[in-house]
């Protein structure tokens, strides 16, 4: 059975968000992206972009959090439905580490790096750490399989399952050669691949071991895993529109650029 599902670009900028004319075809929204399906809502990451979801939002709500840098989770303290009595989510993510997702959040929301913490939340939150390579299940018919990919500090990539559909969410990923063999083999035939891209050739020459990927990387593990589609992500905050614009203008015709407030049905 195949089930729908919508993916919305919320925000696709990474490291900061950015503003000005020369980001506003693309945006300038740190990560975030909205998954719709019939029985429940999936949020991947909580970066910004979060801000500029629409209403409307199925229970349960889940956050896939790819790891705990603050372009991350930066909107989590400042979305508004965790302060309602009458909402409920659940947060994800690893604590390969030994901490709970709960700490962590709570190593940035507290003082004097934010005035409140956690304990603020009114909503019914509900919080699990997982090891990466575990299978999350969200409702009866989505299910997310996790795979650690190389950053400093960690990150998890995501392949959600739907209905025979599958994507697969992969930001913050620096394509070393297990990784990429590790990707590769994960995202295999998926319908649609998010991939990080922040950097040109020239200036992953000078930010190797930063955490992030060139096109040139991210276009050869796109080719060998064959998605249906594909969108790059997670562009580089003094990246213009003009300069993904000539990028994007070199690319396979179900090769993107993710672009703020772009809608795709899986």
């Known amino acids: ?13 990474g490291s ?11 945006g300038g ?7 719709d399906f019939s029985d429940c809502t999936v949020f991947l990451d909580a970066g910004t972009g979060l801000q500029n979801q629409p209403g ?5 709500c889940h956050f896939l959090l790819s790891h705990y840098h603050v372009d991350h989770i930066y909107s989590l303290p400042l979305y508004a439905p965790l302060f309602d009595k009458s909402f409920s989510a659940d947060v994800w993510g690893s604590e390969d580490d030994g901490l709970s997702v709960l700490q962590k959040l709570d190593r940035m929301m507290s003082p004097p790096l934010w005035p409140i913490t956690s304990a603020a939340f009114s909503a019914e939150m ?9 299978t999350l299940r969200l409702s009866p018919t989505v299910s997310a399989d996790t795979l650690k990919v190389s950053h400093p500090g960690g990150c998890t990539a995501y392949r959600i399952n739907a209905g025979g559909k599958t994507l697969v969410f992969s930001t913050d ?5 297990d990784c990429a063999a590790a990707l590769a083999e994960f995202a295999r035939g998926c319908d649609l691949l998010m991939l990080d891209a922040q950097y040109t050739d020239e200036e992953y020459s000078r930010c190797r071991g930063f955490g992030h990927s060139s096109w040139s990387k991210s276009l050869a593990l796109i080719e060998k895993c064959a998605p249906r589609r594909a969108l790059l992500i997670h562009h580089d905050p003094l990246r213009t529109d003009d300069e993904l614009d000539a990028l994007a203008a070199r690319l396979p015709e179900n090769i993107k650029p993710a672009s703020e407030g772009m809608v795709i049905s899986l």
């Open 16 to 26: 900061t968000p950015v503003s000005g004319a020369q980001f506003a075809r693309y």
């Open 56 to 60: 409307g939002i199925s229970s349960p």
């Open 126 to 134: 509900h919080f699990h750490g997982f090891s990466n390579g575990d």
């Open 29 to 35: 929204a740190s990560t975030c992206c909205r998954l």
């Open 173 to 177: 990923t620096e394509l070393t050669d």
């Open 1 to 13: 059975m195949s089930l729908a599902a919508t993916l919305t670009v919320l925000g696709c900028r």
